[in-house]
Antibody
Framework: QVQLVESGGGLVKPGGSLRLSCAASGFIFSDSYMNWIRQAPGKGLEWVSYISSSSTYTKYADSVRGRFTISRDNTKNSLYLQMNNLRAEDTAVYYC???????????????WGQGTLVTVSS | QSVLTQPPSASGTPGQRVTISCSGSSSNIGSNTVNWYQQVPGTAPKLLIHTNSQRPSGVPDRFSGSRSGTSASLAISGLQSEDEADYYCATWDDSLNGCVFGTGTKVSVL
């Protein structure tokens, strides 16, 4: 079965950096677009970024563009999110999620990890 | 400041039908398919409906979705206690060039 396991969250000071990882198993990782989606405490869901199956295409939400970088290593079945210049408003649970479309994105997320909490505070 | 608007709450008694609306615009719902997610508090979201009305394997047929113009709706028929959760609509927005989620609706079973 599809499994996505995030790691790397924690407490970081404003202006700091953090790298999140997502380990994938149970499907052909290199065939799927992957996404990061976040949820601030007590708030709704916010899409953060996606990356195509071969890393050719990436997109970002306006709120993180220029500060966050999504990447993947298909040899390790892993997805990453490098977060720089973190702000208090980046505090959230970060989920990795698989796009349900395969080689071509369908922009719906059919599998989610359990999430990792990032707290930005001094 | 989501571009997709949902009612903050909805409720019903067991067995009733509950409908949740999702209002958008021509750049999102008006030109792209709509998906729905269910999130039980403390857990990760789960895909409930994709491509306007398609149920993934394992999702009960009590859940149904539809889209018309710049709005979409999710219906839960035969409401059950385990349906208590937050529900989010989502789609692609051509103007923002990214995925957008609705504001979320908390469903309570009275």
């Amino acid at each position: 079965q599809v499994q996505l396991v995030e790691s790397g969250g924690g407490l970081v000071k404003p202006g700091g950096s953090l790298r999140l990882s997502c380990a994938a198993s149970g499907f052909i990782f290199s065939d799927s677009y992957m996404n990061w989606i976040r949820q601030a405490p007590g708030k709704g869901l916010e899409w953060v970024s996606y990356i195509s199956s071969s890393s050719t295409y990436t997109k970002y939400a306006d709120s993180v563009r220029g500060r966050f970088t999504i990447s993947r290593d298909n040899t390790k079945n892993s997805l990453y999110l490098q977060m720089n210049n973190l702000r208090a408003e980046d505090t959230a649970v970060y989920y990795c999620a698989r796009d349900g479309g395969g080689f071509y994105p369908k922009y719906y997320f059919d599998s989610w990890g359990q999430g990792t909490l990032v707290t930005v505070s001094s | 400041q989501s571009v997709l608007t949902q009612p903050p709450s909805a409720s019903g008694t067991p067995g009733q039908r509950v409908t949740i609306s999702c209002s958008g615009s021509s750049s999102n719902i008006g030109s792209n398919t709509v998906n729905w997610y269910q999130q039980v508090p403390g857990t990760a979201p789960k895909l409930l409906i994709h491509t306007n009305s398609q149920r993934p394997s394992g999702v009960p047929d009590r859940f149904s979705g539809s889209r018309s113009g710049t709005s979409a709706s999710l219906a839960i028929s035969g409401l059950q206690s385990e349906d208590e959760a937050d529900y989010y609509c989502a789609t692609w927005d051509d103007s923002l060039n990214g995925c957008v989620f609705g504001t979320g609706t908390k469903v309570s079973v009275l």
